[in-house]
């Protein structure tokens, strides 16, 4: 590689009580590339991404993001945090505040933005992605798919290098998927980098530029989704993928 | 810092953490009516007429019912008790309004520093949890006798000698270690998913306490909050043991003078009726919470 990956992990351990989730993983993603990471449920990709932006402390190995690694010691994880915007499968809007609040809340609290600039940034992104008239709302009158696209844009309000998505459309009602996967395309046509946790096959196929098969901990096989979903190498890849044709999600 | 967590623990359902509490549920006594309709409503008004009027009639009725009204509901007594009693309640609100503000404020600081994740707060986890368990422990009524009589006499310069001042502090040392616990309570009913988006979007532990937990949890617990206030509202009677001429002290002074306890009966009213506001007051506000947050936006 010339240039400086956008993210890179390498030898990535990560276990709990005694039970090992990661066990060893190496990949490095480029700037404006798009990662989907496919796997089993419990094979460990909510946790790599959780262990990207230090959500979850790591056991071993190491986490670089613009080659800066943020698992060295005394590296301030607010300031990094600020850099990688993670959306998780639940949502988790602030319940007792605005979608306004919500989205400003970060770009005020943690980056010292000013209101005026933030509020300005908020209703841009909101706009964009036709949330504006809702921001004045609290997130319990939003629907699921609403709420999820608030919690992107209060992501894409700090401005980060890297997004990272776990299995965001996961608790929709299946009319909502769309419009969500729908904002992803676009952020991806926008050259943002991401990695994406998901079980949403054709999607995954449809927007990566490269899918990671997860499993037991490793990432078992890796390569363009042509070759992941057309000729998978692996016999557990291929067990994986016949499972969910057979489930009728592919 | 959040990890030690199992991995699935951060991923309720959507909507699991934010959970609006439902306040007032059960709080509607004539709630059920509504859907009985006219028929149901008259067998209401009619069982609910009998019922209190034969408890009446039986009460009013009994022989020893005269004795009863001379010695407990004397008018006379009744309306000329009142008023002192009333002049000196105006004490025992400012015991407790001041007393309460503090508590608020000392119970939250406890509060916080008990939640404190991360090996260097162990003292400070150490300390709110032993400050809870030693005044969570000891009769308020010892605390106050301790500190009213014992404080002033250390004579120590610049310690105040004011018996009113000791029996706030009194309080608030034993209501904090109260109020700490139920906030702690709403504290830890905050999911955990909340404090994880939060510190995704690099705010510090801090700000994260101050936006995204202690304003839920506060909101969670004001129920629970109203009692520990009403609680306080009633111990302000207790400071009368330092001799301190307060509302308690002046019925019993005038039950005393007047070989009748119907003084007693007055201020047991002025109780019952500052408590009912605050509990509608509080049920206001949280329903209030609840509407805002199902509300459509644009206020």
Known sequence: ?250 | MIGGQAPGEFEGLPGGGSTPPTGDRGSKILAPLKAEGAGGVAIAVVSTVVVFGLIAFAVLTSSGWPAIKELFFDPTIFWDSLSKIMEKFSRNVFIFVVAEVFVLILALILAVMRSLRGPVFTPLRILAAAYTDLFRAVPTILVILLLGFGAPALQIKGVPHSDIFWAIVALVLVYSAYVAEVYRAGIQSVHPSQVASARALGLSRGKTMRFVVVPQAVRRVLPPLLNDFIGLQKDSALVGVLGYQEALRQAQITSAAEFDFTPYVALALVYIVITIPEARFVDWLVARDQRRRQAAGGV
């Open chain 1, 1 to 250: 590689m010339t240039e400086t990956a956008a993210l890179a992990i390498e030898g990535l351990h990560k276990s709990f009580d005694g039970l090992e989730v990661l066990k060893g993983i190496d990949l490095e993603v480029r700037e404006h590339e798009v990662v989907c990471v496919i796997g089993a449920s419990g094979s460990g990709k909510s946790t790599l991404l959780r262990c990207i932006n230090l959500l979850e402390p790591v056991n071993a190995g190491r986490v670089l993001i613009e080659g800066e690694e943020i698992t060295a010691r005394g590296v301030d994880v607010n300031r990094i945090r600020q850099h990688v915007g993670i959306v998780f499968q639940a949502f988790n809007l602030f319940p007792h505040m605005t979608v306004l609040r919500n989205v400003t809340l970060g770009p005020i609290e943690a980056l010292g933005t000013t209101k005026g600039e933030a509020h300005a940034l908020a209703t841009e992104l909101l706009e964009r992605f036709g949330l504006v008239d809702k921001r004045d709302d609290y997130p319990d009158r939003l629907s699921g798919g609403q709420q999820q696209r608030v919690a992107i844009v209060r992501a894409l309000a700090m401005k980060p290098d890297v997004m990272l998505l776990d299995e965001v459309t996961s608790a929709l009602d299946p009319e909502l998927v769309a419009e969500v996967l729908n904002v992803i395309r676009e952020l991806a046509a926008g050259g943002m980098t991401m990695v994406i946790a998901t079980h949403e096959m054709g999607f995954a196929r449809d927007i990566a530029h490269r899918v990671c098969f997860l499993d037991e901990g490793v990432i078992l096989e890796e390569g363009v989704p042509e070759q992941i979903f057309s000729s998978p190498r692996q016999e557990r890849t291929q067990r994986f993928l016949q499972s969910i044709i057979d489930a009728g999600r592919m």
